[in-house]
């Protein structure tokens, strides 16, 4: 259910108490504002009950640091109290940007101290909040969530040490295996898909796209991704295809097989608009390596979508690829660090996800349903609508 269709119907869990870490300070922020903003239109007959107590506020960002010792060690701390307060604590393990000082040098963050942060910060609770729950976009160590061969199993590890230390709510965004939850089937974990941000921001820029089967298709780089590629090409109505890895598997090269070519299964893409969805653009080279297999077989234009824009390699590759007409549009979310140079791309669509952020903590607050949050199918297909309209 969206905010202007909300009606409260449950008292809230606790005082909203909203936690950003430092490495999502920004995204906090934003999320932060709609909340002020809703809670204070927002009418209702109980608010000046004992129940509704702190329910409207300038702000609901509880400050919390972790300072560091110079030997690199740290210490959670909270500095304000929390005590039955409904806490949402949000981090992004992905943010390089942030250093602190080891033994006089300079060391940038990695997802492990970004993660060592949260328990510290949850630790700095001591009990004491009624409720917590991790907003944690890109999911800590979910690339490693299945076993082959002498294997450690870091996802499921992280996800019981956090329920084990409280926590009762784990938020996520595009996990890559949604089936890590089976790791914690005793407490509330929701994988969040944001599709119809993606839609929503793609027909804000492009205003001259046909959204049917006849002028455009979906594309999945690969087999990992078919359910989330399925879904998307179902709700617009459009076809799909999908690209395998043939791989040679006679030597390693970095740690993995390397990949001999990109395969196509599917209808023709020529002349057609095509969409590439996935989780995240890591390097960026299987992408790529698709975008150009689909040029060569006429495509219009290339969209390319997904939750996670890493750039591990840089984004050289990326400009190259615009300059020479492969790609035209790239959309990635601001659920994780997004350096000032890929903003300022003239190819980059940043998808703005505070306010659905903002919507859930809101939801949950209340103890009320995701349901309709989580299935975005009325709001696109209200959107298209509209667009066609146009």
Known sequence: ????????????????????????????????????????????????????????????????????FGSGEAKGMLEESVRGDDLYLMVDVCNYSLTYSLCGMSNHMSP??????????????????????????????????????????????ALQELTRMGVENIITFDAHDPRVQNAIPLKGFETVQPIYQFIKYLLKTETSLQIDSDHMMVISPDEGGMSRAVYFANVLGLDMGMFYKRRDYTRIVNGRNPIVAHE??????????????????????????????????????????????????????????????????????????QPPQLLARPYYIDVDMSKYIALIIDNLNHDASLSDLLNPTKRINRLLDRYRQK
């Open 1 to 68: 259910m969206i905010y202007e269709e909300k009606t409260i119907e449950t008292i809230p869990v606790g005082p909203l108490g909203l936690i950003p870490l430092k490495s999502c300070t920004e995204l906090g922020d934003k999320v932060d504002k709609w909340l002020v903003e809703w809670r204070k239109e927002r009418e209702s007959e109980h608010k000046t009950t004992i129940a509704f107590a702190g329910y409207q506020r300038d702000s609901y960002i509880v400050e919390a640091r972790t300072p560091r």
């Open 112 to 157: 492990d101290d970004h993660f060592q942060d949260l328990k510290r910060v949850i630790a700095a609770a001591a009990g004491k909040a009624r409720r917590i729950n991790v907003i944690m976009p890109f999911l800590y160590e979910s690339r490693q969530h299945k076993r082959s061969g002498r294997e450690s199993l870091d996802c499921a590890l």
């Open 264 to 337: 196509f299964l599917g209808s023709s893409v020529e002349g057609k608009d095509v969409l590439i969805i996935d989780d995240m653009i890591s390097s960026g080279e299987s992408m790529l390596d698709v975008a150009k297999e689909l040029k060569r077989r006429k495509a219009r234009k290339v969209f390319v979508c997904a939750t996670f824009g890493l750039f591990t390699n840089g984004l050289a590759k990326f400009d190259e690829y615009y300059r020479n007409g492969l790609i035209d549009r790239i959309l990635t979310t601001n659920l994780v660090y």
